[in-house]
Protein backbone atom coordinates (compact mmCIF):
# COMPACT_ATOMS: atom_id res chain seq x y z
CA UNK A 1 0.00 0.00 0.00
CA UNK A 2 1.13 3.41 -0.82
CA UNK A 3 2.18 6.08 2.02
CA UNK A 4 -0.77 6.75 4.57
CA UNK A 5 -0.63 10.80 3.33
CA UNK A 6 -0.48 11.02 -0.85
CA UNK A 7 2.42 12.85 -2.16
CA UNK A 8 3.23 14.29 -5.08
CA UNK A 9 7.31 13.82 -5.89
CA UNK A 10 9.14 14.71 -8.79
CA UNK A 11 12.53 12.86 -9.38
CA UNK A 12 14.38 12.72 -12.69
CA UNK A 13 13.57 9.59 -15.04
CA UNK A 14 17.34 8.73 -14.77
CA UNK A 15 17.24 7.91 -10.94
CA UNK A 16 16.49 4.21 -10.04
CA UNK A 17 13.00 3.74 -9.56
CA UNK A 18 12.08 3.45 -5.97
CA UNK A 19 9.19 1.74 -3.65
CA UNK A 20 7.82 4.88 -2.40
CA UNK A 21 7.11 6.01 -5.94
CA UNK A 22 4.32 5.15 -6.54
CA UNK A 23 2.68 5.52 -9.54
CA UNK A 24 5.17 6.70 -12.09
CA UNK A 25 3.79 9.42 -14.71
CA UNK A 26 6.51 10.75 -17.43
CA UNK A 27 5.88 14.16 -18.19
CA UNK A 28 7.93 14.75 -21.01
CA UNK A 29 6.69 14.90 -24.55
CA UNK A 30 9.84 12.82 -25.38
CA UNK A 31 10.98 9.49 -24.87
CA UNK A 32 14.11 10.29 -22.50
CA UNK A 33 17.36 10.10 -24.64
CA UNK A 34 19.32 6.83 -23.54
CA UNK A 35 16.73 5.24 -21.46
CA UNK A 36 15.31 1.71 -22.29
CA UNK A 37 11.59 1.69 -21.89
CA UNK A 38 12.29 -1.52 -20.06
CA UNK A 39 13.93 -0.05 -17.46
CA UNK A 40 12.47 2.91 -17.07
CA UNK A 41 8.75 1.68 -15.10
CA UNK A 42 6.62 4.20 -16.24
CA UNK A 43 3.08 3.18 -15.43
CA UNK A 44 1.67 6.96 -17.11
CA UNK A 45 2.44 8.75 -20.01
CA UNK A 46 0.06 11.51 -20.33
CA UNK A 47 1.63 13.94 -23.46
CA UNK A 48 -1.43 15.94 -23.43
CA UNK A 49 0.37 17.04 -19.92
CA UNK A 50 3.82 18.17 -21.56
CA UNK A 51 4.22 21.85 -22.71
CA UNK A 52 3.76 22.27 -26.53
CA UNK A 53 6.59 22.19 -28.85
CA UNK A 54 5.97 25.89 -29.29
CA UNK A 55 6.29 26.93 -25.68
CA UNK A 56 9.37 24.53 -25.07
CA UNK A 57 11.27 26.16 -27.78
CA UNK A 58 10.10 30.00 -26.81
CA UNK A 59 11.06 28.65 -23.25
CA UNK A 60 14.60 27.47 -24.09
CA UNK A 61 14.89 30.62 -26.45
CA UNK A 62 16.86 33.59 -26.01
CA UNK A 63 13.35 35.69 -24.87
CA UNK A 64 12.16 32.30 -22.71
CA UNK A 65 11.73 33.44 -18.18
CA UNK A 66 10.75 30.87 -16.04
CA UNK A 67 7.62 33.19 -14.53
CA UNK A 68 6.15 33.96 -17.72
CA UNK A 69 6.32 30.39 -18.94
CA UNK A 70 4.69 29.14 -15.62
CA UNK A 71 1.94 31.26 -16.71
CA UNK A 72 1.46 30.20 -20.55
CA UNK A 73 2.41 26.38 -19.24
CA UNK A 74 -0.99 26.58 -16.89
CA UNK A 75 -2.93 27.97 -20.01
CA UNK A 76 -2.07 25.13 -21.61
CA UNK A 77 -2.97 23.43 -19.20
CA UNK A 78 -6.99 24.59 -19.37
CA UNK A 79 -7.19 22.85 -22.88
CA UNK A 80 -9.69 20.04 -22.00
CA UNK A 81 -7.57 17.15 -23.51
CA UNK A 82 -4.65 18.32 -20.89
CA UNK A 83 -7.37 19.45 -17.83
CA UNK A 84 -8.55 15.55 -18.47
CA UNK A 85 -5.50 14.39 -18.28
CA UNK A 86 -4.61 16.37 -15.23
CA UNK A 87 -8.34 15.34 -13.14
CA UNK A 88 -7.05 11.80 -14.01
CA UNK A 89 -3.48 12.71 -12.31
CA UNK A 90 -5.51 14.57 -9.42
CA UNK A 91 -7.42 11.44 -8.70
CA UNK A 92 -4.28 9.19 -8.31
CA UNK A 93 -2.73 11.63 -6.19
CA UNK A 94 -6.20 11.47 -4.19
CA UNK A 95 -5.26 8.30 -3.16
CA UNK A 96 -1.57 7.37 -3.27
CA UNK A 97 1.65 8.47 -4.15
CA UNK A 98 2.01 9.99 -7.49
CA UNK A 99 6.07 10.54 -8.71
CA UNK A 100 6.22 12.79 -11.95
CA UNK A 101 9.27 11.83 -13.90
CA UNK A 102 11.38 13.94 -15.94
CA UNK A 103 14.59 14.04 -17.83
CA UNK A 104 14.87 17.93 -17.58
CA UNK A 105 18.46 18.82 -15.37
CA UNK A 106 16.83 20.95 -13.08
CA UNK A 107 13.16 20.08 -12.78
CA UNK A 108 13.04 22.71 -10.25
CA UNK A 109 12.76 25.17 -13.14
CA UNK A 110 10.52 23.06 -15.55
CA UNK A 111 6.85 22.05 -15.96
CA UNK A 112 7.04 19.62 -13.54
CA UNK A 113 7.14 21.89 -10.88
CA UNK A 114 3.56 23.76 -12.13
CA UNK A 115 2.38 20.04 -12.53
CA UNK A 116 3.52 19.11 -8.86
CA UNK A 117 1.75 22.90 -7.50
CA UNK A 118 -1.62 21.48 -9.45
CA UNK A 119 -1.73 18.49 -8.10
CA UNK A 120 -0.62 19.46 -4.54
CA UNK A 121 -3.47 22.01 -4.06
CA UNK A 122 -6.07 19.76 -4.50
CA UNK A 123 -4.40 17.35 -1.92
CA UNK A 124 -4.77 20.19 1.13
Known sequence: MAASTPAVRVRRVYEDPSPDDGVRVLVDRLWPRGLKKTDAHIDEWPKALTPSAELRRWYHGPEGEYEEFCRRYEAELDAPEAAAALDRLREL???????LLTATKDPSESHTSVLRRELEATLT
Open 93 to 99: ASRQTVT
